[in-house]
């Protein structure tokens, strides 16, 4: 069966510009506003929020990673105190319960140092009854997107789209039930990491997501 090849972007300010114009219909809307993920998403997200005319900020995540495999994601907590669980895996790997309440409170206190530090202790957010469009530079896992919009829907935001570059086809089915408009641009069967489809994909430093947050 013949499969396409997948768009490979320049870089993640080109994911935000094609993103950007798919999302065209929101542009200066009064409220909407573009959240970004720490710290990859929160360029894409600058620049959909420069091409749209709204305001700009973050939602903090951090993922909870299994023992001895920290990249390997059994949830991930938000802001506010909100997690996310992947049970299944958790049974899987026999995860004791006593490592999860850990970690959570040790992620619960690195989020809200990573808060403080970007937002520059401005640290109150108004996003009740707003329609935020959530962004990354890709899905993996999908464990912090999904701590983010369970933060967002504590909120009682009116609506949330969320809009990446690219996520596993297995995710869709998921995001989609999840949130209420979902925007990806390459949805690969081949996927092994979110990096692949960039052509330039640096790591992105915590001094250049304050700035970014300094100048919208």
Not at 162 to 179: C, E, G, H, N, Q
């Amino acid at each position: 069966m013949f499969r396409r090849e997948h768009k490979v972007f320049k870089d993640r300010k080109e994911a935000g510009f094609l993103l950007a114009r798919k999302l065209t219909r929101y542009k200066k809307k009064k409220d909407v506003i573009v959240l970004g993920i720490p710290r990859g998403g929160v360029v894409v997200a600058k620049i959909i929020s420069i091409k749209l005319r709204v305001p700009f900020n973050i939602i903090v995540t951090k993922k909870i990673g299994a023992p001895y495999q920290e990249e390997l994601a059994i949830g991930a907590v938000s802001e506010g105190g909100e997690y996310i669980l992947d049970q299944e895996l958790i049974d899987r790997l026999n995860v004791v319960k006593d490592y999860i309440e850990k970690v959570v409170k040790d992620k619960e206190r690195e989020v809200k140092e990573r808060v403080n530090k970007f937002r520059l202790g401005n640290l109150k957010l108004r996003l009740k009854s707003t329609t935020v469009i959530l962004v990354d530079d890709g899905i993996a896992t999908g464990a912090t997107t999904q701590a983010a919009i369970k933060y967002l829907r504590k909120k009682k935001v009116k609506k949330i789209i969320l809009a990446v570059p690219v996520a596993p086809k297995d995710s869709i089915l998921k995001f989609r039930k999840l949130t209420d408009e979902l925007i990806v641009l390459e949805t690969p069967y081949d996927f092994r990491a979110v990096g692949q489809f960039y052509r330039n994909f640096p790591q992105v430093s915590d001094e250049e997501v304050v700035e970014l947050l300094k100048t919208s």
